[in-house]
């Protein structure tokens, strides 16, 4: 009994996933989501009490302002009572976020770009090519130069004379 044939696009998606490019920015995004989650508690267990404590003790995940126009103890108050809020507070703490993933992402690209250029300083071995023109070279050196015969001098006319030709 035959297998069923496969259809042309589920071996081209095979190859594009299969490539390293692909692989690689997967990588990438599953460490970008752990790194997140660490970004994310310094901002709200390290930075925004630091920050709180140096404003006077604010925290900033509960300043909110609710749109109804009543007032409400936290967000939390006003998330169950069903209040329309403006999260300034959270919208704080994802500037601060966004302002440290920013700076680490920096710092990895500059470590990254400094290694690149370190490797790529290293010689490469010498392509066929240029061993070849390295052995002409060499063999030419080794050769005398030519002695070139010495050739006559132009004599010199006189103004109204044709010149000679040949001696």
Do not use: C
Request: proline letters at 8%; zero cysteines; aromatic letters at 8%.
């Amino acid at each position: 009994m035959l297998a069923p044939k496969q259809p042309k696009w589920v071996g081209e998606f095979r190859a594009f996933i299969l490539r390293g490019s692909v692989v690689d920015l997967a990588v990438g995004v599953i460490i970008g989501a752990a790194f997140t989650g660490v970004v994310n508690s310094l901002v709200k267990d390290v930075f925004n009490p630091l920050l709180g404590l140096l404003v006077g003790g604010i925290d900033f995940s509960n300043v909110f302002v609710a749109l109804n126009g009543q007032h409400y103890d936290t967000l939390a108050d006003a998330q169950r009572a069903g209040a329309a809020t403006l999260n300034l507070g959270l919208f704080i703490n994802a500037v601060i976020q966004f302002v440290i993933i920013s700076f680490a992402i920096f710092w990895v690209v500059k470590a990254l770009t400094r290694l690149k250029v370190r490797a790529d300083k290293q010689p490469s071995p010498p392509t066929t090519t240029e061993k070849l023109l390295a052995e002409i070279r060499d063999e030419l050196k080794e050769r005398p130069l030519p002695v070139a015969a010495p050739q006559a001098a132009p004599v010199p006319s006189s103004p109204g004379t044709p010149p000679r030709s040949g001696a």
